[in-house]
């Protein structure tokens, strides 16, 4: 039987020569290979088939990143194609995400057909190509394929933490650059039971209902009263959490005519969300709340600051639909966010709390801007 085990002392000879012969002008050295044994940030595991060595797997850790690099994965020749590859590559996979790295990510030869097939069948996808990453070498390509791996997927059942609901909250991608607070709703509504029959000229027309701040340059976004409005109109039980009383995102607009129309329909949405009876909550609404009201059977918009993901302030609306303990797991309506390319890595993304609770927050005086919705059960 074979297994799979954390390495030793005693396994260095075996793995050290079965690299030198997969990889004769690349070879990780024994040296290295016996500090990946001591190291705290390494997962080396070997596997064994009757105590011999017959394959063996790196997985190296970056501090104060959520990404895990498969350093090495190796399978002798003679036992290849039997499946061992692929539970070495599992077995390092959970090892990644006990350690909650957020994506694991390698480096594969553009000639290493079989390697390739093997991730892209774990669902790793190409992020890059790197000319002339390995050295010249008679058994493989210079140029490599970098393959990376979300890797925490929420599940429901026992442990899933808040939020944890029968079904997904299904997936809307936004249409246009100005309208992730509009797709977050339109989100919401589908999970609440009452999907738009035209989610696309929905978007817009709640846009058009909802628009207020103005964004960097060109059109507008969609501010937390308004996007409120819109929800309650659209059959939602709905809460506004702001952090101030004060009109929110003016600081950044230049003009005064300009803070002086997103100052009176911002007032306009608030008188009339206080006549209709929606709730307008002044106060630090933080992650312990966000989590009660993701038990509550709430789904949770916010207003996140997308500096964290991509080196760029920009406020961005996304839908919350879950948390536990490690991560707060969002529908992330942008288009083009890398790496969470697919639609599906964006649906229930999950980002660390500490991640988020740095993202949550917008501007010079981290305006917070939240809606909470639910299904409004006394109207339905
Ligand atoms: C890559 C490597 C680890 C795969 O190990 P393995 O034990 O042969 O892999 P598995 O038997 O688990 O096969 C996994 C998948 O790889 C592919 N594969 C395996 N052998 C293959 C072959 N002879 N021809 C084509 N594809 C093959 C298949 O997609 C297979 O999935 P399937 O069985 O569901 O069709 C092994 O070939 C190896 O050690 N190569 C040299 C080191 C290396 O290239 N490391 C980098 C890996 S990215």
Redesign the pocket.
Known sequence: MASIQPARNEHLDAVAALEAV?FPEDAISKRSFRRFIESPSADFQVLLLNEKVI?YTVVLYRNNTNLARLYA???EKE??????????LQAAEDLADERHSLFLR?E??TS????????N?EGFRAIELREAYFPPSASQSTDALVLQKLLPRYEMGEDAGVGATEEYVPMLTQSTEFTCGPASLLMAMDYFGRPSSDPQAEELEIWRQATTIYMTSGHGGCGPHGLARAAFQRGLKVRVEVNTDQPLFVDSVRQEQKKTVMQRIQQADMTYLEKHGVPIVVRDYDVTLIKEDLSQGCLVMVLISTYQFDGIRAPHWVLICAADDDFIYINDPDYDTLPWESPTERQYLPVPISTFSKAFGYGGRKQKAAVVLSADLTTK
């Open positions: 997969t394959g994965l190796v399978v036992h290849r194609s039997k499946g061992y590859g692929r539970r070495l390698t594969v030869a290493n057909t079989v390697g390739q097939q093997l991730m069948s």
